[in-house]
């Protein structure tokens, strides 16, 4: 290959940054928007309804839909203690407190969504933490967005992307 052209694509590498999303993967304004549609369909069907449609793993919100085109997004929620009602890919976290989940590195996940959605005046933020990939099954660097319900004050609907 010449050395313009490498060149070019290395500059183009580096400009593109160490935080660019991998080719096929939800970005940020992906996850907003799937939290945005999230919230409506609470708003629009009530908690219950809401409920098991967060939780079915084939929900649009959970796989590879016209919201979810790359099918790496799913959602959760978090309440004040912990308690997770809501896990769009481990049917195992769903009904429980998981206020001591921890990630690859010790790092305790729900409590800083808990802080996050709770505990600050915006109820809402990017948490940086590592776990393993829906399609992968690698555990990578994940990025989880959560925010509180504005209907429902004791509950937080996140999702997340890789990077």
């Not at 999230?38 to 449609?53: I, P, V």
């Not at 959602?75 to 001591?100: C, T, W």
């Amino acid at each position: 290959m010449p050395k313009l052209p490498m060149c070019a694509l290395a500059l183009a590498v580096l400009a593109a940054g160490a935080n660019a999303q991998p080719p096929g993967a939800s970005s940020e304004a992906d996850a907003l928007a799937l939290l945005r549609q999230a919230q409506a369909y609470l708003k629009a069907n009530g908690l219950d309804k809401a409920t098991a449609e967060f939780n079915r793993l084939d929900s649009p919100f959970n796989s590879r839909s016209a919201i979810n085109p790359h099918g790496d997004l799913y959602l959760y929620s978090v309440a004040p203690d912990g308690f997770q009602a809501v896990h769009g890919k481990n049917p195992k976290i769903r009904g429980k407190v998981m206020i001591e989940m921890r990630d690859a590195d010790g790092f305790y996940l729900i409590r800083e969504f808990v802080r996050l959605c709770f505990h600050t005046k915006e109820g809402k933020g990017w948490v940086p933490y590592k776990w393993p990939h829906p399609i992968t099954k690698q555990v990578e660097p994940k990025r989880g967005y959560v925010e509180r319900v504005p209907e429902l004050p004791e509950l937080c609907l996140g999702t997340g992307i890789y990077r």
